[in-house]
């Protein structure tokens, strides 16, 4: 089911359920995230930088020309990094069968950002000092602009630290009888199924934890899914459509 192409496993993943019949099977990748709040924050940057530019770029540069390139450089700067903060996702494969459900997630490093911040870096570095020799100001823009990208790309590439704060590989198995309500969130198609679990490190009275199983798919599959999840709990089991927080 959901013929979509698959997303191939990272070495470090495998299915426990791999020799049983699938009921359904999908990858995609996702923001596992509050996204409203991260597009805020994004148009946050869009907008408020525009002010800020008009602000700097008279004392960087006197033509018009000039304040259009060096304007446009640093705006695009900061919106690929705003982009990059905001926009983030995880990868993640689905796989359902008569055992439960069953599913991995991860974050790769992207191997071509370090290249990409180099080359950007030194292209961009080579105009601004070009533009230099026109008006010292851009000098400004030099540093602000290939500058930081070049320290960037030093730290990604001699730091094992920050590649593995970039990293994360997870494998999540849960059967259906652990399940106790299906809560369905359509306006990013997600699919929350209820579980209680034993924590003994709580700080309350009770050391039973509520918590939500979160799936994420593709809208056009959310119904498909959603029958084939509730044939696998008992017809009891409580069923509503709201709001799901995610705070991840």
């Avoid at 940057?45 to 700097?56: N, R």
Wanted: net charge positive; glycine share 6%.
């Amino acid at each position: 089911m959901f013929p979509a192409k698959p997303l191939a496993l990272p070495p470090q993943l495998d299915w426990r359920y791999k020799d049983e019949p699938a009921l359904a099977e999908w990858s995609l990748k996702a923001r596992p995230y509050n996204t409203d709040i991260a597009n805020g924050i994004f148009v946050f940057f869009l907008v408020v930088q525009i002010p800020c530019l008009f602000w700097l770029l008279p004392s960087m540069a006197s033509s018009l020309k000039d304040q259009l390139l060096i304007g446009g450089f640093l705006y695009m700067v900061v919106m690929s990094g705003a982009f990059s903060m905001t926009h983030q996702k995880t990868k993640f494969a689905y796989r359902l069968t008569a055992s439960g459900l069953e599913f991995c997630e991860w974050k790769e490093f992207p191997e071509w950002l370090p290249r990409l911040l180099k080359w950007a870096a030194i292209i961009t570095g080579v105009v601004m000092l070009m533009l230099a020799m026109v008006h010292p100001a851009a000098l400004i823009g030099a540093i602000a602009g290939p500058g930081l990208m070049g320290l960037m790309y030093l730290r990604m590439g001699t730091s094992s630290q920050f590649r593995e704060l970039h990293e994360s590989y997870h494998h999540i198995v849960q059967r259906w009888d652990e399940f106790n309500k299906v809560t369905v969130f359509r306006r990013r198609s997600i699919i929350g199924l209820g579980f209680t679990y034993y924590n003994p490190q709580s700080e309350f009275e009770d050391k039973m934890v509520r918590s939500t199983r979160k799936i994420y798919c593709r809208k056009a599959d959310l119904d498909n899914l959603i029958t084939i999840i509730r044939e696998q709990l008992p017809e009891s089991t409580p069923y509503t459509e709201a709001y799901i927080p995610i705070y991840a």
